[in-house]
């Protein structure tokens, strides 16, 4: 069964900052990679999805990598602001489902 | 597009009774609507996933006769907690898979926050 493990649990940094939130799966076999923000009690919000046979995607000052061979991926997300507080979950995708990492809570201190 | 409208967004219950909560693809059709619920601090746990115009498919050790999944039509899929305890309270969640030709990967309703005192 698939198993997806997000490192660190928890990250602060100071607001300008650069940052990198790790993902890891352990069976390649996915169909794409979708990494979540979740403000709490709320929904998810999706921010980028990495097709299977795509290394990375971009969009504005985040960039996600992923690399099957080896069952990771990254959130890059680049100078961070307050509003980037939230925790973000990945989720890969098999056949029928979606398998969710526990998430990086990320607290950006103004 | 792609949009999953999820009702309600909170809801407060008494021990015994029953909640329903409403998931609806608002522009396009979804044959299937996973459900997932969320403790705190802790990652989503798919509960089932309902197929239009048949049976729902449990996660192990979730309660089929606790946890009903209708999904009657292609744009609306429903999960009623049936005698609701405390232990039920949590952060439910439904999703459906985005259409395929546009955005792939899977959209989500907003959650729905439930507490039962």
């Known amino acids: 069964k698939q198993e997806v493990t997000q490192i660190p649990a928890a990250l602060s940094v100071p607001e300008g900052e650069n940052l990198v939130l790790n993902c890891s799966f352990t069976?390649?076999?996915?169909?794409?990679l979708q990494w979540f923000r979740q403000d709490p009690g709320k929904g998810l919000t999706s921010l980028l999805l990495?097709?299977?046979?795509?290394r990375e995607q971009t969009s504005g000052r985040l960039n996600a990598s992923l690399d099957k061979s080896s069952g990771r991926s990254t959130l890059y997300i680049a100078a961070s602001q307050p509003g980037d507080s939230a925790t973000y979950l990945c989720a890969v995708t098999g056949a029928n489902n979606l398998f969710f990492g526990t998430g990086t809570r990320l607290t950006v201190i103004p | 597009g792609a949009v999953v409208s999820q009702h309600p967004s909170w809801v407060i219950c008494k021990s015994g009774t029953s909640v329903k909560i409403e998931c609806r693809s608002l522009d396009f059709q979804a044959t299937t609507m996973f459900w997932y619920r969320q403790f705190p601090k802790q990652s989503l746990m798919l509960m089932a996933t309902s197929n239009e115009g048949s049976k729902a498919t449990y996660e192990q050790g979730v309660e089929k006769d606790k946890f009903l999944i209708n999904h009657a039509s292609l744009t609306l899929s429903t999960l009623t907690v049936t005698s609701a305890h405390p232990e039920d309270s949590s952060f439910y969640i439904c999703s459906a898979p985005a259409p395929a030709g546009g955005n792939y990967g899977y959209t989500f309703g907003s959650g729905t926050r439930l507490t039962v005192v």
């Open positions: 990495i097709q299977s046979s795509q």
């Open positions: 069976d390649s076999a996915i169909y794409n």
